[in-house]
């Protein structure tokens, strides 16, 4: 077949998918035998300024990127310098995960084939400003929810902290080590690692997403803080080389980036994951490589990795056995589009008749969205029949929550609305039945319950939420408002309260502590719950409650104990 029958039709295939499934442009590269055999730009770069996009386009590659820090990695091992199976804890000695097995025995392996343990945990990154630095010492305070090694779960941390050991064994950033020992041997002189630069350059595409049926221009989101996992940005020109040298066994022109052995280890499959669709018997049963899925189309092996991100998606894929590349690169962040248009160039590689993939994706996304419309009505239903009120107002939910290892989350109150905070991401709580709300992070789909707990005394001390849906609900303490803490407020309470014949003393230790001294027993050190509320530290169920006169002094305090509750006057 040549290449001119090969593509016959493609450019219009391309035109339908773009309209179909309401994506502004893409770009796609075909290399086949050693070489490009197509490099074009589709649709519209800048929609606001009708540009369209070339083959010179920058475009984010997201988890594209995942196979570059593996292919870093790989080259220490050619060097010597890092053992794929030998633990992290040799190279990393502060390397720390909340499971101590885990911690002790994960491998550079493991980090690299996502069976590290953990969910996604990706809000902890995707909402906050915490730099990479961070992101590595909240590791330890991050759930797991299966046993090492034990299931195939996709993690983006985990690449960040490939990252990571990369830069201490070769001492230096894993940007410099991207720009000179990847890029630069392979001519990639437009790539870049962040998308601060790429908006520095003309030919860049603008990232859209699409809301209520509506594309709209969204702001670059900045991931440096993760960059091994996902921050590359790239044109089709310059991703082909990429693809040559992955089919040529390491080599692209002179340089021999890595050895054919460790290439082909990162090629074969490591970790069984999850099959697709079982309705697309095209497709075989997956497993993960390092940095790369590994799968059968038709019969036909084919090792591939997609990448999402903020108003971008991406797909790359090599066809060993055809000697043969795809990449398509779009601006908008729905995958459809780069799937559709790499299946039918499969097909066209392969020599096969075209299956309607897209015909098959547009009635899947008909049925998707009656689905959605059933269950929201469903929803709807059992929200008025569940319907109970709130144990306290309003107000009291209102406060700053916090994880040690997501940070804070706050709740403030807005007319007659509480309003959820966690990052860069806010939403509106709805409620729905007792301590029960429900949010939906603004520009995402996805809908989390938001529930608060109480105490033995019936304050609101925490709430929990599925920030992460697929481990256990992410739980946030109260923290006690500042204010609470300052040693003027702290001062009024001090003095001697006398209860069954005894005098207990309240103190002020420093300027922000109060302490609480009953005859015959240690100190407590008092935990503010809200102004006139205390727990006693390390002793549930015990707290004091003061009590104020109609001018503001203190008359007494209320002991609650879990044998009953004691007055206190003042003396």
Known sequence: MTEHSLLDGFDEFVSDILKDWNVPGCAVAVVRNGEAILARGYGLRDVEHNLPVTADTLFAIGSC???????????????????WDKPVRDYLADFHLFDPVATERMTPRDLLCHRSGLPRHDMIWFATAYSRKELYARLRYLEPNKDLRTVWQYQNLMFMTAGVLLERIADCSWEDFM????????GMQMSNLSVIDSQRVSDHARPYHEKDDQLTQIPFHNIDAIAPAGSINSSVNEMAHWLLMQLNNGKYGDH??????????????????????????????????????INTYRGHLFIQHGGGIDGFSALTTLLPEQHAGIVVLTNRDAGQVSGLA???????LLGLEQ????????????KAKQAEKEARHEQAEQSLAQEAPTTHPLADYAGTYEHVGYGPLTVTLAGEKLVASYGRFQTPLQHLHYDTFEGKWEDLDIKQAVQFHMDMEGNIVA??????????AIEFKRVPDESLREGGVLARYIGQYEVAGMTASVTLRGEETLVLTVPGQPPYELLPVDRLHFKLKGLEGFSIEFRLADNNQVTEAILHQPNGDFTAKRK
Request: glycine letters at 8%.
């Open 342 to 348: 790499t299946l039918n160039l499969q097909d066209r």
């Open 463 to 472: 709430l929990s939420s599925a920030l992460e849906v697929a481990g256990k």
């Open 65 to 83: 990127t995942k196979a570059f820090t593996a292919l870093c990695l790989g080259m220490l091992v050619d060097e010597g310098k890092l053992d």
């Open 179 to 186: 720009r000179s020992r990847i890029l630069a041997p392979l």
């Open 355 to 366: 299956v309607d993939w897209n015909r098959r994706g547009r009635e899947r996304k008909e």
């Open 256 to 293: 021999q980036l890595i050895s054919e052995t460790v290439l082909q280890e990162m090629h074969t499959p490591q970790m069984v994951m999850p099959r697709g669709n079982p309705e697309d018997k095209e497709l075989g049963y997956p497993s993960y490589g390092l940095g790369w899925v």
